[in-house]
């Protein structure tokens, strides 16, 4: 029969039925502050700003780790260390670069100027790494490892991800934590798919007298039209499991007109 207290007391075992640990009618989960993270990168900016063409180029190579990385983690309570691993932030390789350039249709066509001058293409292009797919499950495991009761323990690596379809994963790789001596996973231990997206926009402006203009502009979002997957899922008791289910949007335009005074 489980104890109440320090008292001699003995509950109804039906009260919190199997209990390893007193646990009073709630669940067996401990909420705490104990969280640590460290990041380190290498970063390396190019600019130009002269001429018809100017640009602001940034690549990152990073690496994020920690134990936690929100308030609703779960970690193993009995030695967080063995919690340690990417951060879901962590992007391993990020390069944007940031790009005007004034198009010179009034050097190539010398008539009409209210026509050939004012054109401008302005755009943003990335290419970088995923972010990191956390694997396990939200059921506490108990055993021989795990005497109070609650053992988060991270997904038990059973196999390799497939090398013909990389960053792929799925149940022939992953089985449940183990509550007995076996191969844990850290929580994240690769990426899930990148990202390559670019937005342009271009612009025409019709000088009317000074201090006043009129404007017209075309925009598009992900031009190229690249699919944009989101994470799978990394929850192995979900029968969604290693399956991607949703995407970021595809090319998206929107054409606009704005007078200037």
């Not at 190229?224 to 991607?244: E, K, L, R, T």
Request: with cysteine; glycine share 10%; proline share 7%.
């Amino acid at each position: 029969n489980t104890v109440f207290g320090t008292r001699n007391t003995f509950l109804n075992p039906n009260y919190c039925p199997g209990a390893q640990s007193l646990c009073f009618g709630f669940g067996n989960t401990l909420t705490s502050l104990v969280a640590n993270s460290a990041y380190h990168s290498g970063q390396v900016t190019v600019e130009r700003r002269a001429g018809d063409v100017t640009f602001l180029a940034a690549y990152t190579l990073a690496k994020a780790l920690d134990n936690s990385s929100g308030f609703n983690d779960l970690i193993n309570f009995e030695n967080a260390k063995v919690s340690r691993g990417l951060s879901s932030s962590d992007i391993h390789q990020n390069f944007v670069i940031s790009y005007i350039w004034e198009m010179p249709f009034n050097r190539l066509f010398h008539g009409l100027p209210r026509l050939t001058k004012g054109w401008q293409l302005q755009g943003i292009t990335r290419f970088s790494s995923g972010f990191p797919i956390q694997m396990g499950q939200s059921n506490p495991v108990s055993g021989p490892l795990c005497p109070s009761g609650l053992c988060v323990g991270d997904a038990s690596l059973v196999g390799s991800p497939s090398t013909d379809m990389p960053n792929v994963v799925g149940p022939v790789h992953i089985q449940n934590p183990r509550a007995t001596p076996g191969t844990w996973t850290n929580r994240r231990f690769f990426h899930g798919p990148g990202f390559n997206n670019t937005d342009l926009g271009i612009t025409k402006i019709i000088p009317i007298r000074e201090a006043m203009s009129f404007e017209i502009r075309g925009e598009f979002f992900n031009v190229f039209n690249h699919a944009q997957f989101m994470n799978p899922s990394g929850d192995i008791s979900s029968s969604n499991f290693g399956q991607v289910t949703n995407a970021r949007d595809p090319r998206i335009g929107q054409l606009s007109a704005k007078f200037i005074w």
